[in-house]
């Protein structure tokens, strides 16, 4: 009988502390290894047959490794076939493989040269030796030889591949002649394991443990190894996961708790935490995921809250095996009935859902009937519908989040579902004129719902809507979302970002002041030479080009185009080579195949838009003839902004990065989150960039009057940083705003106001590649802290106030934090950090408060620190100084602009003329 889980842990005494550090290790045999996700484990483990290229993993702080079997081999593997028939000792019937004869005198040549070789040119240089005493799974052997077989391969890799390292399968026998040669000892099925005869989970039996678990305390205590322990249990069940961790952990060993065929996250030493949110939308209803409510309106709000939307259309083949290992939840937004040949597929997919525990929020209607089965459940019932309207009887106070009235006179249609469950909360109840109850939404043992028309409304006579459900609470509620240290692409060092960037149109246009000069020209003298800010400046090739559509002009037109890309504050893009309007083809010859607009561009005689013309074309033309050796590696995108995923892999696998889109556009008379759009989409695994807030088109009625209307953007930076920080400040617009006198003033208002507030200075290609952080950036739940991890462009992550000052003595990676509002800045040093917070932290070591520049180096010790800012503009940075300390500015010592005393510290302010420094504060030791 297996001994009770909490009393095997109890039963077993654990070690003071492990002789040596012990890694956090995960490991993934899949094809499709999530290692953007996996990178929060310092080492990962993963099936290199499947091509993954360590050289090419871009995480500084955890190492891909290879596994290989070493006593057995399978006959997929691409060495099978060489190994002489001699050498095979037998059969694991179980796996389906071939036992090794490990007393081979040529085997251990072989197993380095065929194996092993191979993936250290690929550039592995650790590995995961599976099966070390498979051998005894033969009928004939001789125990003594396979040992000294087994010794002699380890020998022989270390000999030839200096540095190696391994983690070996067991082999606890030849362990005490190797322990040198070994970085730690792995063993499965301490606690939970798989039976590979009956093909299902079981406990482990109280004997097989206890002699298990005698092994792996030898091999800890008495040969100081580090032990992982790898237990497997359903993918489904993460508490049981969570919990056998636990257990594993409680025993001084770092456990990995994985699925028996290792295709999912597991849980080890620290917790993936998922940010994946699968979205489901219906092309029947959008021809593309950027034009579906879902993504328009609640994706913003996803991922304020630190989550990500991945989209699958329900036309389409679903996901198979959705687990939260990698998905925090699934959310539906269907405006009725999904197509008849769709709903089987759909319901099948939600059924698993729901009986897998993943939490499903459901928004305007849930795409097809409930049956008796659904209404079940999903503790439902159906209601006949009422031939009276329908009146509000009782309201949530996260129902009317921008629409306080909700009017009366609803149909029944709208709502005819009630909740049966007792643990279901009501949303939004109504009631008919016989007295019926109907539910509009609810929060429920699954999820929670919202129906139509109580998501969002319309705005009567505009194309404007407002939210009726607070989706910053409905979110959090119904797919249980755990708070984290959200990823914020806004703030560096706890200033809000700031940067601008034009878009071409109009480069050749005439400004409608005296002297009868280029718009181009204008723009260059009277902003570009004046606000010294990051811009990136781009320009349409078949504007300014002698082949282009204007080449009587094009020798004025370039020059202008190459003293701007020669100001130091400018970095260069391109804005295509002939400005298309519609740019994904399905669009073009779906929602708007008799669009004329769909063929619009600049018009160059016998040309057919061309996407590799447009995009690597454009930008070869700019590094040719007009960069003056600057890089140009930005794509800003044209016309309705949407490219295809065709037109993103083009820029994604030329290097380049891409921005545009998005179109937030929130002011005093437009006053709804309904207008702020999200960081960007993904459209086939490459990224779409939004520009944080739109240009100044739309604030000029599409360039129709009044031509200073961009000055209404300074409303829309103030509601995108209160009541929250929403956006950067993106000071966005084309070249014609330089040519009418009411739009040149315009940005003159807007570029004096951004230059009076506290602000980070960054270029746009900074900004992008923060984005692209943002999605990448993986969390784990480490104790009581986080591990954060990410590429190193993102360096702030915001937390509530109500977790408490971040505990700068217990945490990595962390230079400071700053309050804003009801949230915490925190200011990470690089790519990797590990955050704890605490209701009433230590006395704090010396911190950065906030900075206008970026941290290039830091080195705290108590007492003292070394850091190194490098910005765009003359520095500007505050520290929390804990008593009387000395700074020194490029070894001189400094003295602050101003003091702000603070209990038992201050915040000393210093302000310099230059943009980079190497600061040093050293205090006095208590």
């Known amino acids: 009988m297996a001994l009770s889980m909490g009393l095997a842990a109890a039963a077993f005494p654990a070690p003071s502390a492990p002789p040596k550090a012990a890694p956090s290790v995960a490991l993934?045999?899949?094809?499709?290894?999530?290692?953007?996700?996996?990178?929060?484990?310092d080492i990962v483990v993963v099936d290199a047959d499947h091509g993954y290229n360590p050289s090419t993993y871009r995480s500084p702080d955890s190492k891909l490794y290879a596994y290989a079997a070493l006593t057995e081999v399978h006959p997929t593997r691409s060495y099978f076939q060489r190994i002489p028939a001699q050498w095979r000792l037998g059969r694991n019937a179980d796996w389906d493989s071939v036992l090794v004869d490990q007393s081979q005198p040529e085997w251990p040549r072989f197993f380095a040269e065929q194996v092993i070789a191979p993936l250290w040119e690929r550039g592995f240089r650790g590995f995961f030796l599976d099966t070390l005493d498979s051998y005894r799974l033969a009928a004939r052997f001789d125990e003594q030889q396979q040992?000294?077989?087994?010794?002699?391969?380890?020998?022989?890799?270390?000999?030839?591949?200096?540095?190696?390292?391994?983690?070996?399968?067991?082999?606890?026998?030849?362990?005490?002649?190797?322990?040198?040669?070994?970085?730690?000892?792995?063993?499965?099925?301490?606690?939970?394991?798989?039976?590979?005869?009956?093909?299902?989970?079981?406990?482990?039996?109280?004997?097989?443990?206890?002699?298990?678990?005698?092994?792996?305390?030898?091999?800890?205590?008495?040969?100081?190894?580090?032990?992982?322990?790898?237990?497997?249990?359903?993918?489904?069940?993460?508490?049981?996961?969570?919990?056998?961790?636990?257990?594993?952990?409680?025993?001084?060993?770092?456990?990995?708790?994985?699925?028996?065929?290792?295709?999912?996250?597991?849980?080890?030493?620290?917790?993936?935490?998922?940010?994946?949110?699968?979205?489901?939308?219906?092309?029947?209803?959008?021809?593309?995921?950027?034009?579906?409510?879902?993504?328009?309106?609640?994706?913003?709000?996803?991922?304020?809250?630190?989550?990500?939307?991945?989209?699958?259309d329900v036309r389409q083949p679903l996901p198979p095996n959705l687990y939260g290992d990698r998905y925090a939840g699934v959310v539906t937004w269907l405006g009725g009935d999904v197509a008849s040949a769709s709903q089987p597929a759909l319901q099948r997919w939600l059924y698993q859902v729901v009986q897998q525990q993943l939490p499903w929020a459901a928004l305007g209607q849930f795409g097809f009937d409930l049956t008796p089965t659904w209404s079940r459940l999903l503790g439902l019932q159906t209601k006949e519908a009422s031939t009276g309207l329908l009146q509000i009887s009782q309201q949530d106070a996260m129902v009317?989040?921008?629409?306080?009235?909700?009017?009366?006179?609803?149909?029944?249609?709208?709502?005819?579902?009630?909740?049966?469950?007792?643990?279901?909360?009501?949303?939004?109840?109504?009631?008919?004129?016989?007295?019926?109850?109907?539910?509009?939404g609810a929060i429920t043992a699954w999820g929670g719902f919202m129906h139509t028309p109580y998501v969002i409304q319309d705005v009567p006579g505009t194309e404007d809507s407002r939210w009726a459900l607070d989706p910053f609470a409905f979110l959090q509620q119904a797919l249980r979302l755990t708070p984290l240290p959200v990823p914020d692409v806004t703030t560096e060092n706890g200033r809000r970002l700031l940067f601008a960037h034009i878009d071409g149109d109009a480069f050749p246009s005439k400004a409608e002041m005296p002297g009868n000069r280029f718009a181009a020209d204008w723009l260059l003298t009277d902003i570009l030479q004046k606000y010294r800010i990051p811009h990136t400046v781009s320009v349409i090739e078949a504007e300014v080009s002698p082949q282009g559509i204007y080449p009587q002009f094009s020798a004025q037109l370039e020059g202008i185009a190459k003293r701007i890309f020669a100001l130091p504050h400018v970095e260069i893009a391109s804005h295509t080579y002939s400005h298309p309007y519609l740019w994904d083809p399905s669009v073009r010859h779906g929602l708007f195949e008799h669009n004329h607009e769909a063929a619009i561009n600049l018009g160059i005689p016998g040309y057919e838009i061309n996407l590799q013309r447009e995009i690597v074309g454009s930008v070869q033309y700019i590094r040719d003839r007009l960069a003056g050796g600057k890089p140009v590696n930005?794509?800003?995108?044209?016309?309705?902004?949407?490219?295809?995923?065709?037109?993103?892999?083009?820029?994604?696998?030329?290097?380049?990065?891409?921005?545009?889109?998005?179109?937030?556009?929130?002011?005093?008379?437009?006053?709804?989150?309904?207008?702020?759009?999200?960081?960007?989409?993904?459209?086939?695994?490459?990224?779409?960039?939004?520009?944080?807030?739109?240009?100044?088109?739309?604030?000029?009625?599409?360039?129709?009057?009044?031509?200073?209307?961009?000055?209404?953007?300074?409303?829309?930076?103030?509601?995108?940083?209160?009541?929250?920080?929403?956006?950067?400040?993106?000071?966005?617009?084309?070249?014609?705003?330089?040519?009418?006198?009411?739009?040149?003033?315009?940005?003159?208002?807007?570029?004096?106001?951004?230059?009076?507030?506290?602000?980070?200075?960054?270029?746009?290609?900074?900004?992008?590649?923060?984005?692209?952080?943002?999605?990448?950036?993986?969390?784990?739940?480490?104790?009581?802290?986080?591990?954060?991890?990410?590429?190193?462009?993102?360096?702030?992550?915001?937390?509530?106030?109500?977790?408490?000052?971040?505990?700068?003595?217990?945490?990595?990676?962390?230079?400071?934090?700053?309050?804003?509002?009801?949230?915490?800045?925190?200011?990470?040093?690089?790519?990797?950090?590990?955050?704890?917070?605490?209701?009433?932290?230590?006395?704090?070591?010396?911190?950065?408060?906030?900075?206008?520049?970026?941290?290039?180096?830091?080195?705290?010790?108590?007492?003292q620190v070394q850091f190194r800012l490098e910005g765009h503009a003359p520095l500007d940075f505050s520290l929390v100084l804990p008593r009387t300390c000395q700074v020194r500015i490029n070894d001189r010592v400094a003295t602050p602009s101003s003091v702000t005393p603070m209990a038992g510290t201050s915040v000393q302010r210093f302000r310099l003329s230059h943009a980079a420094a190497l600061i040093q504060a050293q205090c006095a030791r208590r």
Not at 278 to 292: C, F, H, I, K, T
């Open 147 to 312: 040992q000294d077989g087994v010794v002699a391969v380890l020998e022989e890799l270390h000999r030839r591949f200096p540095g190696i390292q391994l983690i070996l399968n067991r082999g606890f026998d030849v362990l005490p002649r190797v322990s040198d040669k070994v970085q730690m000892v792995a063993a499965e099925s301490l606690f939970q394991g798989w039976n590979a005869q009956s093909k299902q989970y079981a406990p482990v039996s109280a004997k097989d443990r206890e002699w298990l678990l005698q092994q792996l305390q030898n091999t800890r205590d008495q040969l100081g190894i580090p032990v992982l322990v790898i237990d497997y249990v359903p993918p489904q069940d993460r508490a049981k996961t969570r919990e056998t961790a636990r257990q594993i952990k409680a025993l001084g060993f770092t456990p990995w708790v994985t699925d028996q065929q290792l295709n999912t996250i597991g849980i080890g030493s620290v917790e993936f935490v998922p940010r994946r949110i699968a979205v489901l939308y219906s092309s029947d209803e959008y021809p593309a995921p950027n034009y579906s409510d879902v993504h328009r309106f609640l994706d913003m709000p996803t991922n304020y809250l630190g989550y990500i939307s991945e989209y699958f």
């Open 634 to 863: 930005i794509l800003l995108w044209s016309g309705d902004t949407s490219p295809g995923a065709d037109a993103l892999e083009i820029v994604a696998k030329n290097g380049l990065l891409n921005m545009n889109g998005g179109d937030t556009f929130i002011t005093r008379s437009r006053a709804s989150l309904t207008a702020v759009r999200s960081h960007g989409i993904f459209k086939k695994g490459n990224l779409q960039v939004y520009a944080p807030i739109t240009n100044e088109n739309l604030y000029t009625n599409l360039w129709r009057g009044p031509f200073y209307g961009f000055e209404r953007v300074i409303e829309t930076f103030s509601m995108t940083e209160t009541p929250r920080r929403l956006k950067a400040v993106d000071i966005y617009y084309h070249t014609y705003s330089a040519s009418k006198p009411a739009s040149l003033t315009a940005l003159h208002q807007v570029y004096g106001w951004a230059l009076k507030q506290p602000l980070h200075p960054v270029f746009a290609s900074e900004y992008i590649r923060k984005v692209h952080d943002f999605y990448a950036m993986a969390l784990a739940r480490d104790g009581e802290g986080w591990r954060i991890r990410g590429r190193g462009d993102l360096r702030t992550v915001r937390i509530p106030q109500s977790w408490g000052a971040v505990d700068l003595a217990h945490s990595e990676g962390i230079a400071g934090s700053k309050a804003a509002d009801a949230n915490t800045y925190v200011h990470l040093t690089g790519s990797s950090a590990l955050l704890r917070t605490a209701a009433d932290a230590p006395s704090a070591p010396i911190a950065l408060s906030e900075a206008n520049a970026r941290l290039t180096e830091w080195n705290a010790q108590r007492d």
């Open 400 to 440: 009317g989040f921008e629409i306080r009235d909700f009017p009366a006179d609803r149909t029944p249609q709208d709502v005819l579902l009630a909740p049966s469950a007792a643990n279901a909360r009501a949303l939004l109840t109504l009631k008919d004129s016989k007295g019926q109850s109907y539910t509009a």
């Open 28 to 41: 993934h045999y899949g094809a499709q290894a999530p290692l953007e996700d996996l990178k929060v484990f």
